[in-house]
């Protein structure tokens, strides 16, 4: 009983300590193939085996009740403390590789996910690219920027040149 008790207090904290949880029905992997994908998503996320039982009394407790019908089967869990679209990536690319992972659902941001928005989630381009492309779009903003203020300082200069020249050749 008491170790139960200590299995639910640290599934609570993980999925407290967590931005999202993608849950997975493992049925059929072997265990060579598990730390594959344990291994492949570790920089971001921890993969566990989970009961059933006992996850739902967590997740309820951590107030999170959408993957309760889900807990049907043997499942695993990725607790994300990273980039969720690189687990829903590396998840996504597992699965492809090895038929037998069924991602089921998850939870990120306050609400459910249904697994075709874990593949949507997975079609999002990393942080990092985002962060890429959005230091772009402000690099290019201020080129714009300062091509509109040096614009009227250009446009002076060759009025004033135009303006000289022509004085020159009526003197």
Do not use: C, W
Request: avoid cysteine.
């Amino acid at each position: 009983m008491a170790q139960k008790e200590a299995s639910v207090a640290e599934l609570t904290k993980n999925f407290e300590n967590s931005t999202a949880v993608l849950l997975t029905e493992y049925r059929g992997l072997t265990v060579a193939e598990l730390k594959e994908l344990r291994n492949s998503i570790r920089q971001d996320a921890e993969y566990a085996v989970v009961k059933n039982t006992l996850t739902k009394i967590a997740a309820n407790a951590a107030g999170i009740t959408a993957l309760d019908d889900d807990l049907k089967g043997p499942s695993a869990i990725a607790f994300v403390h990273g980039d969720p679209v690189a687990v829903a990536k590396g998840l996504r690319a597992f699965a492809k590789a090895h038929p037998l992972l069924v991602i089921k659902g998850g939870y990120f941001d306050g609400a459910a996910l249904s697994p075709e928005e874990v593949s949507k989630l997975a079609d999002l381009e990393s942080r990092e690219v985002l962060l890429a492309k959005v230091a772009g779009m402000m690099k290019a903003s201020m080129s714009k920027a300062a091509a509109l203020f040096q614009a009227p300082l250009s446009k002076t200069v060759r009025t004033v040149e135009a303006l000289r020249e022509k004085q020159e050749t009526a003197a």
